[in-house]
């Protein structure tokens, strides 16, 4: 996931500034994988924890964190969470992205979400089910689809809502984009001609090859590397104030 990839390439840069290394550790959106990753990490291993949670609650972990460990917890919200964290808030783009594709004439528009129990997920969701109340279209459970951020994850959910015939759909992260866009073009379907698509980039690249579509673009470099700031600091000083940011979504589109 590329989205990653950004954030590592990032926080690596500013940790190393302060000759600090970096450990990668892949929970693969598992929930078991995250618990013993942090349970490993937190025995004397490592100085600190950035992690990008696939829970949903900080419960589920709050026991196997040593007392005032350093954590920042990066794009996923936890319920219940008492530690450092930099989110991104996708509120606005989402909804702004559903409102166009309904002034635009559509009445059918699909929606892939991440997983379920994600902050991520429910702001965005959140956002699609309340752009289509605010213009009185009925939400239709069978034209959202779940998915996790794995590649070639939501290829099945995108040949679903062409089968339910959406006249549009809005992909929600940069995976679920490219799935789209491949099984799209596999099928001879022409985006914006005969589907309507919204998607994520974490690049401008994508405005290259496909500048038909409009995309979300995150603030990902900025995230990591206040996520790579923000470590060092609570690492140097455990007992600093805990602190809560939130970054914004930008609407990239074709017309502009």
Request: with cysteine.
């Amino acid at each position: 996931n590329s989205f990653f990839a950004t954030i590592i390439e990032e926080v690596e840069d500013v940790i190393a500034q302060n000759n600090f290394k970096l450990i990668v550790a892949n929970t693969k959106e598992t929930k078991q994988r995250e618990i013993d990753n942090i349970r490993l990490l937190t025995s004397g291993i490592v100085d600190g924890l950035i992690v990008a949670s696939t829970l949903d609650d900080f419960k589920e972990i709050e026991k196997i964190i040593p007392e005032n460990f350093p954590m920042v917890f990066i794009d996923r919200v936890l319920s219940n969470c008492p530690y450092d964290s930099i989110a991104i808030s996708d509120y606005s783009t989402i909804y702004t992205s559903t409102e166009n594709l309904i002034l635009a004439g559509h009445k059918k528009i699909g929606y892939i979400a991440g997983l379920n129990r994600l902050s991520t997920t429910a702001e965005r969701l959140d956002a699609y089910e309340q752009a289509l109340k605010d213009y009185h279209i009925p939400i239709n459970s069978e034209i959202i689809q779940y998915r996790n951020s794995m590649a070639k994850g939501a290829r099945a959910s995108v040949e679903k809502l062409v089968q339910q015939k959406c006249t549009a759909m809005i992909a929600s992260n940069n995976v679920m984009t490219v799935d789209a866009l491949i099984y799209l073009n596999d099928h001879g379907i022409s985006v914006n001609k005969d589907i309507s698509l919204i998607g994520y980039s974490e690049d401008e690249r994508v405005s290259d090859f496909f500048p038909e579509i409009d995309y979300i673009k995150q603030p990902i470099m900025e995230l990591g590397k206040m996520a790579g700031s923000q470590i060092i600091e609570r690492i140097k000083n455990p007992q600093m104030k805990i602190r809560n940011k939130i970054l914004y979504s930008t609407l990239i589109t074709h017309r502009s």
